[in-house]
């Protein structure tokens, strides 16, 4: 079966921009959760959805949003892009919320000049 | 909020050694999973543990929920193991909490 598919796999934006990340998960699964990696900060938890609603939040600020359509796929968006947002951003799914299981993405590289 | 620490934080060794690295939380959990990161991004999922141990081929891990402490194992390390191995727990409303990895080389 298809794995979790994110797109775009790179993207180079300016300052102030915003972005829209993209994220459809292992068919059957209805649980998807936002990761930002940096070298400095590691791996942290965006925010998670099932069934179309957010269930979790981590702790970023409200120009990080994020939301699922019917069919499970997900979609993140920066406003107002900054330096310090350049990072690699993962997705993973998983068939229940807290059920684990975890299936991640490969990652859509953001880079903010 | 949990915090998770990850020892060693980087980790060189010969082919065929025995690695273990280890995983310490904060606070009770609900499942524990070891990641396998390699350079470019990709993560797999290589153990999600709630309780004692599990193997699969060469790679074991184990968990002590008294203990708040997980480890994971490689027996006869190959240089394709080289990669980052990272720690992560879950449990609350803050989905899953990581460790910051350890950064493994094997030489052949």
């Known amino acids: 079966k298809a794995g979790v598919t994110q797109t775009p796999r790179y993207l180079i934006k300016t300052r102030g921009q915003q972005v829209t990340l993209s994220c459809s998960p292992i068919s059957g699964h209805r649980s998807v959760s936002w990761y930002q990696q940096t070298p400095g900060q590691g791996l942290q938890f965006l925010f998670e959805y099932f069934s179309e609603t957010q269930r979790n939040k981590g702790n970023f600020p409200g120009r990080f949003s994020g939301r699922q359509f019917s069919n499970s796929r997900s979609e993140m968006n920066v406003s107002t892009l900054e330096l310090g947002d350049s990072a690699l951003y993962l997705c993973?799914?998983?068939?229940?919320?807290?059920?684990?299981?975890?299936?991640f993405g490969s990652g859509t590289r953001l880079t903010v000049v | 909020k949990n915090e998770v620490e990850q020892s060693p934080q980087n980790l060189t060794a010969q082919e065929g050694e025995f690695i273990t690295i280890n995983c310490s939380y904060s606070v009770g959990i609900s499942a524990l999973h070891w990641l396998q990161q390699h350079p470019g991004g990709g993560i797999v999922s290589l153990f999600m543990?709630?309780?004692g141990k599990k193997k699969h081929g060469r790679l074991i891990a184990t968990i002590n929920i008294q203990e708040k402490h997980s480890s994971l194992h490689i027996t006869a390390s190959h240089p394709r193991d080289s990669a980052v191995y990272i720690c992560?727990?879950?449990?609350?409303?803050?989905?899953?909490?990581f460790g910051k990895g350890t950064h493994l080389i094997i030489q052949p």
């Open positions: 993973a799914s998983t068939p229940l919320q807290g059920l684990g299981g975890y299936t």
């Open positions: 992560a727990v879950e449990g609350g409303a803050d989905g899953l909490t």
């Open positions: 543990l709630s309780s």
